[in-house]
């Protein structure tokens, strides 16, 4: 789990609707023989006034619609990403080294990764990239899935979260980018950061977030039973959430 320390964290539519006055006419029995007479001419030949001039009235008026309602501006979050086993205990912060992000260090060490990120964390809302905001490695400095590996049920394969390029959300895997970088939600309720891998193919598998304990390497998974099995010894479900 990681949690994060947070920093922190408007449509109008008018119609229009035109409105046609028609003009005075005869009563009902007087109309329908009025009107197969269609000359002033043959109206005066059986005793009947002439057509009065046609007048045509129009009129125009405009209605608002109901105000939609105004989407929510993203809101930046700032600060370390805090990892957590599944029954909430702290592992520890998300480190940073000159190698990138490549585990994770106790909460009294220094070297954690700062990152900042925005969403507007509501339903439905795309993922977004994590940003590195004091990087000890290189660029870039989009924290990702760094790999190109098809992850899914009862596949031991996995994808290492290190710092990659940049991916727009949804997308597959970049050999350019070295990953995935738009992978990433977050729950203002429960403050658990998730992601989701896209693989080469375009699905979206169940993706966990997984944690190595021997080798300290934190990665993506689609089965960490299947990983489990393949590896020794067993690895601890992170799930990830930014502290109040």
């Known amino acids: 789990m990681f949690k994060l320390f947070p920093g922190l964290l408007v449509l109008v539519a008018a119609l229009s609707l035109s409105v046609h ?39 125009t008026r405009s209605v608002s619609a109901s105000p939609s309602p105004s989407p929510r501006p993203p809101t930046t979050f700032t600060g370390h990403l805090e990892a957590r086993s599944n029954n909430g205990t702290t592992v520890g912060f998300v480190k940073n080294t000159a190698g990138g992000v490549d585990g994770i260090v106790p909460p009294s060490d220094p070297g954690t990764l700062e990152v900042s990120f925005s969403t507007t964390a509501t339903p439905g809302a795309p993922p977004f990239s994590i940003l590195a905001t004091n990087p000890a490695f290189p660029p870039p400095f989009n924290v990702g899935g760094n790999g190109t590996a098809a992850l899914g049920s009862g596949s031991p394969d996995v994808v290492a979260i290190n710092h990659v390029g940049f991916t727009s959300p949804f997308s597959p895997p970049s050999i350019d980018a070295g990953g995935e970088s738009s992978i990433w939600s977050y729950s203002t309720s429960t403050k658990e950061i998730t992601a989701q891998w896209i693989n080469p193919d375009g699905s979206h598998p169940t993706t966990f977030i997984g944690w190595n304990s021997t080798a ?18 067993a690895i601890l479900q992170l799930v990830s959430t930014l502290p109040s």
């Open 21 to 59: 006055a028609a003009p005075r006419g005869s009563g009902p029995s007087v109309k329908i023989f009025a009107d197969s007479l269609g000359t002033n001419a043959q109206r005066l030949a059986v005793g009947l006034p002439p057509l009065p001039p046609k007048r045509r009235a129009t009129g």
């Open 216 to 233: 300290n390497f934190l990665f993506l998974s689609g089965d960490l039973s299947a990983y489990n099995h393949a590896h020794s010894p």
